[in-house]
């Protein structure tokens, strides 16, 4: 089989059975495809170890990122792995393959003053009722509120609100499905674009029962959310680059400096690791640290 066939249907493998996000199908593709276009129109069975340590060592040399290097790692581990399961191959060529450990970077956290400040700001602006300032307050309550990823919130359907529990029903990676609560701010902002903001801005027939929709009636994208979570909340941080990951870091790291138990808040994220959740105890220890070398006698 040629390679590029058997990536086609390695793609179409996690899509369908492991039912990864598009985002990760297209990540995998591409880091794929780049190996192909490395070594040209060769069979799967033709690629072989020095194949794959020239492919990384060209990436190196490009200036990728460790980061880069370990994701790329993975994703031809994942790939030939899954083509010896399916005896497209004899011999998996990735077995011995290495790359750089990953650096573990400590995620950009807004303070709980500043998200109070920035959520304000949003409230009065979408005082008057214009129906985008409605939609801006409640997408930036419930990413905050409820610690979601953007793909879970453009996703989310008015029926998968329980506005009496104040829950939300998402659908996180792997296709997986938890309810997730969110406070008295979000209800009320929620309430408040329900009420007079998705009326305005919908489009019968393009939104279906789309929670969050754009100018143009239709479901909102992750784009756009983007577009919305840099413009208000980066002025606030001084930062260029902010996007709604920022409310997720922030969010469980607040959970955790108010006493969250680490459990609970891996349930709220939706992690299936509690070592992805522990990242943000390190966030939450610099408080530890900072309030120890300014009082301790000893430190």
């Not at 593709?29 to 799967?44: E, I, K, T, Y």
């Not at 009722?129 to 453009?154: H, M, T």
Request: aromatic fraction near 4%.
């Amino acid at each position: 089989m040629l390679l590029l066939d058997a990536i086609d249907a390695y793609c179409a493998h996690l899509a369908r059975v492991r039912r990864l996000s598009p985002a990760t199908v297209r990540a995998y593709r591409g880091d794929l495809s780049d190996l192909a276009d490395h070594v040209g129109p060769l069979d799967v069975g033709g690629v072989d170890l020095e194949h794959l340590r020239d492919w990384l060592w060209r990436a190196t040399q490009r200036g990728d990122a460790r980061s880069t290097l370990a994701r790329r790692t993975a994703a031809v581990r994942g790939f030939f792995a899954w083509c010896v399961e399916e005896e497209i191959v004899p011999l998996d060529p990735a077995l011995r393959l290495s790359a750089p450990k990953r650096g573990r970077t400590l995620p950009k956290v807004a303070t709980a003053a500043t998200m109070s400040n920035v959520l304000d700001h949003l409230r009065v602006r979408a005082d008057d009722g214009d129906p985008v300032a409605l939609r801006d307050a409640a997408v930036l309550e419930l990413l905050y509120g409820a610690a979601i990823r953007v793909s879970e919130l453009v996703g989310l359907d008015v029926d998968d609100l329980d506005r009496t529990r104040g829950t939300a029903r998402v659908l996180g990676k792997g296709g997986k499905e938890r309810v997730v609560p969110f406070g008295a701010p979000a209800a009320a902002a929620l309430d408040h674009y329900l009420v007079r903001g998705r009326p305005a801005l919908r489009n019968e027939g393009a939104a279906g029962r789309a929670l969050f929709l754009g100018s143009r009636g239709g479901r909102l994208g992750t784009r756009a959310v983007h577009d919305i979570v840099t413009r208000v909340l980066g002025p606030a941080l001084g930062e260029t680059a902010v996007g709604p990951h920022t409310l997720r870091h922030s969010a469980a790291t607040h959970l955790l400096d108010g006493g969250a138990d680490l459990r609970a808040v891996q349930e709220l994220l939706g992690h299936a690791s509690l070592g992805t959740t522990q990242i943000y105890t390190h966030v939450s220890a610099e408080k530890l640290q900072t309030a120890y070398r300014l009082a301790h006698p000893r430190a």
